[in-house]
């Protein structure tokens, strides 16, 4: 089923608020400190309250705003969810409550992001294999762990049945991306999607070692594919593909590689549905067993290249906000232009995005 009859079989699905008219499911790319930028997208959406959002699938921190969405919103719908929203990133703030112990911690998960964000030393010692997180931080201090457990009741994430929640992580000894479900997330999993090997220890899940799901898929696309019924999918794109410069400095070359690999798999999943797509046109592969994706985009490079590099270690709380106002800004105009495409037809280019 596609296009407009998808929409309107049954009325919307998933978290549904009072004035939803149309379904998406949302794919949230992680990127660190710039994952308040989808908050701002996120908080948009919600006021808005046009769509309702069928499922989420995220990885990182767009795992963390995927489940925080999702508790809050059992409490107050849509201002319960943006409510919860916000509270999150407050928490993790250098404003908020984190101890100075975790704010050390969580300055290096951001600075894992950022172009020029590592001082010399800590240069050295997280890249060069001289200090591992088992050596810099033995007892596994993780001030996300303490966000989300003061924040999140992981028993009622599990038992809202509203809507589909997908968290990635990868395995450490397959390889493999690893997608868990709503009915079986706790704040391990949560954990384990952002968990950056040079910053923190493998979380073990049922003995198994597991890392940061950026590496096999930021985010994996494919559960919305087969799982939800909505053929609409919105990525909240926050990591660049194409950067029109070489870098140069250490610095510059392992944000390159980064960005690189947190994206490899988000281009293959792309590049498979165009070409599953373009099969469906030709009438080589049949509807009734191939669902046609309608995909839509918001972007926040260009909003986003405007800070300079060293900024996105800037953990302030002003900061957050700063990049939840553009988020908030690039949904609004994104909305005002491609809403009534909706369930009619794709937004997004994949060829001439991804090709």
Not at 164 to 175: E, N, P, R, Y
Not at 204 to 214: M, R, T, V
Not at 232 to 258: F, H, M, S, Y
Request: some cysteine; aromatic content about 10%.
């Amino acid at each position: 089923m596609t296009g407009r009859a998808a929409q309107t079989a049954g009325g919307p699905q998933g978290l549904i608020g009072p004035r939803a008219e149309k379904s998406v499911s949302l794919a949230l790319q992680g990127g660190g400190a710039h994952g308040a930028f989808t908050w701002g997208v996120l908080d948009y959406i919600l006021e808005d309250g046009r769509l309702a959002i069928e499922a989420i699938t995220g990885a990182s921190a767009g795992a963390m705003n995927a489940v925080v969405l999702f508790e809050g919103w059992l409490d107050n719908g849509v201002d319960g969810a943006r409510a919860q929203l916000r509270q999150f990133w407050k928490r993790v703030s250098l404003d908020g409550v984190l101890s100075p112990l975790q704010r050390a911690v969580f300055d290096r998960f951001l600075s894992f992001w950022t172009p020029g964000g590592f001082p010399a030393e800590s240069l050295v010692n997280a890249w060069s294999g001289m200090a591992s997180p088992y050596d810099f931080n033995p007892l596994d201090i993780n001030p996300l762990k303490d966000a989300l457990s003061g924040l999140i009741d992981f028993e009622r994430v599990r038992a809202c049945a509203d809507g589909k929640l997908f968290v990635t992580a990868t395995s450490v000894w397959t390889g493999k991306v690893r997608v868990f479900k709503r009915e079986e997330l706790t704040v391990d999993h949560v954990l384990a999607s952002a968990c950056l090997p040079m910053i923190f220890k493998a979380v073990e899940i049922d003995g198994e070692p597991y890392w940061d799901g950026g590496y096999t898929g930021n985010p994996a696309l494919f559960p919305l594919f087969y799982e939800a019924r909505t053929d609409d999918v919105l990525l909240v794109q926050i990591n660049p593909i194409e950067r029109r410069t070489t870098p140069r400095t250490v610095q510059e070359i392992q944000n390159r590689l980064t960005e690189i690999t947190f994206n490899a798999n988000l281009l293959h999943e792309l590049r498979t549905a165009d070409f599953v797509m373009r099969l469906i046109d030709e009438g080589k592969l049949p509807t009734s067993n191939y669902k046609r994706v309608l995909m839509h985009r918001i972007h926040g490079d260009r909003h986003l290249d405007e800070f300079a590099a060293s900024s996105r270690l800037n953990a302030r709380w002003d900061f957050f906000k700063q990049l939840k106002n553009l988020g908030r800004a690039a949904a609004r105009q994104w909305l005002a232009e491609n809403y009534e495409a909706i369930g009619n037809r794709s937004t997004l280019d994949l060829r001439a995005a991804y090709a």
